[in-house]
């Protein structure tokens, strides 16, 4: 199914570019940034891991924030090539408060993707339901975590614009997942991550933010 994820998000490189000339899409996408990213000033001086980057609207962010160092990973090349290109163009127009940012892609799997450093945050976002093995890919992706570090995850919920969300893909080849709040507490309790915030976000997505931490998970049992 990787081949046919790859494939479709090759095919939506325009799409994407053109979805901020839709207001809809933008006021959702506001309410999923501001509940995934509290505040800017998280990513400043950090290494960060943005995984299933797409075109890069997070990896913007993460720059405006001024982080060290932005790792993109994503199975589509093309959307690289257009993060790659949104990129020079915010990095000439966009404030960053720091001028040494620097940015690497790599195209390939989140699942096969091999780090050469441990990051400080880590964003999962709207790729997540796009996996096979979600409890693998987190326990996976903790042992890229600094101690302490953050993982921000967006994910669809199980809901009724949720299931047109799945339909949408499925009309595509692609069977994504939908979660509930339960099942990505399960999930996290069974990491090494310790879980800081879950909720969720209107109309259809769950946030949660990770913390990777030594001690067992007692919050939310
Ligand atoms: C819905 S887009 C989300 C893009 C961006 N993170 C955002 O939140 O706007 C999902 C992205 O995840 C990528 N993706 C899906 N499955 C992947 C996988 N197994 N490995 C790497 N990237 C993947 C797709 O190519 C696509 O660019």
């Not at 160092?69 to 790659?84: A, F, G, N, T, Y």
């Not at 945050?121 to 790729?127: A, E, H, K, N, T």
């Not at 047109?164 to 692609?174: A, E, M, R, S, T």
Request: proline share 2%; charged share 20%; glycine share 4%.
């Amino acid at each position: 199914m990787t081949n046919e994820v790859s494939l479709y998000f090759d095919s939506q490189v325009h799409a994407y570019e053109n979805l901020n000339k839709n207001l809809i899409w933008k006021k959702i996408k506001k309410n999923e940034i501001e509940a995934l990213i509290p505040k800017k000033f998280i990513f400043k001086n950090k290494k960060v891991l943005d995984l299933g980057c797409g075109n890069g609207i997070y990896t913007n962010l993460i720059f405006q924030g001024g982080a060290e160092l932005i790792d993109c990973v994503d199975i589509s090349s093309k959307m690289l090539e257009s993060l790659v290109s949104n990129s020079s163009n915010n990095s000439n127009s966009n404030s960053n408060s720091n001028s040494k940012t620097k940015i690497r892609t790599f195209c390939t799997q989140i699942e096969n993707f091999k780090p050469d450093i441990k990051y400080d945050v880590m964003i999962l976002s709207g790729s997540f339901e796009f996996l096979k093995h979600h409890q693998n890919v987190l326990n996976l992706i903790s042992t890229y975590m600094q101690p302490g570090g953050l993982l921000l995850i967006l994910a669809p919920r199980k809901n009724f614009l949720g299931g047109l969300y799945y339909l949408f893909h499925l009309y595509h080849g692609i069977r994504v997942k939908l979660f509930s709040i339960k099942e990505l507490k399960k999930m996290a309790l069974k990491s090494d991550f310790c879980i800081d915030k879950v909720e969720n976000i209107f109309p259809f997505a769950l946030v949660m933010h990770l913390k990777k931490c030594e001690n067992q998970n007692t919050l939310y049992e």
